[in-house]
């Protein structure tokens, strides 16, 4: 599982679509332009599912241009990792930085070492990062994390219900 968490950090560097749900960038693209209080509607508790296990998310709401957040998976009643995230904005643009944790909260990335997915675009209740992809629809939210293993790669997709704490 750590293997295919991990892979998040391997991206697609193409200007093409992986899927209708994800979109990349190469390297050389410039990332697209928005604001972090775009994103208002992530606030929130939301609990759901994805790869193969239980997931939940919790967003802060904005300030300073920052939006903060954690995720965490279970998978048969056992934690297996977590997520610390952040939205920060640079420039006229946005990037989503996390690192992962496993469940001693050992730290799966190196101190300086970031996963991180640079703006495409900003819709309404929607927005593409480079690999990954949320959409919210009344009280559900939607999210695809392009990923890579050794089989190939495919778009994970998780969904949410919003929650209560």
């Known amino acids: 599982m750590k293997s295919i968490i991990l892979s998040l950090a391997l991206f697609l ?3 093409q679509s992986f ?7 190469s390297l050389d693209e410039n990332p697209g332009k928005g604001k972090v209080s775009e ?3 992530l606030s929130g508790y939301w609990l759901g ?5 239980e997931c939940e998310e919790v967003w802060l709401p904005q300030k300073d241009g920052q939006m903060m957040g954690t995720f965490r998976f279970w998978n048969n009643g056992k934690l297996q990792f977590t997520e610390f995230f952040q939205l920060v904005e640079v420039g006229d643009s946005f990037t989503l930085k996390l690192k992962h944790y496993g469940a001693d909260l050992s730290p799966w990335e190196e ?3 970031w996963t991180e997915f640079r703006l495409i675009e900003v819709g309404e209740n929607k927005v593409w990062l480079d690999g990954l992809t949320m959409e919210r629809v009344g009280d559900q939210m939607s999210v695809w994390v392009l990923m890579r293993s050794k089989n190939g790669d495919h778009v994970e997709k998780f969904e949410y219900q ?3 704490f």
Do not use: I, R
Request: charged content about 30%; aromatic content about 8%.
């Open 39 to 41: 994103l208002d509607w």
């Open 13 to 15: 560097f193409s200007a």
């Open 111 to 113: 101190n300086e070492e």
């Open 19 to 25: 899927s209708q749900e994800v979109k990349t960038l």
């Open 162 to 164: 919003k929650g209560d």
């Open 49 to 53: 599912t994805g790869l193969g296990g």
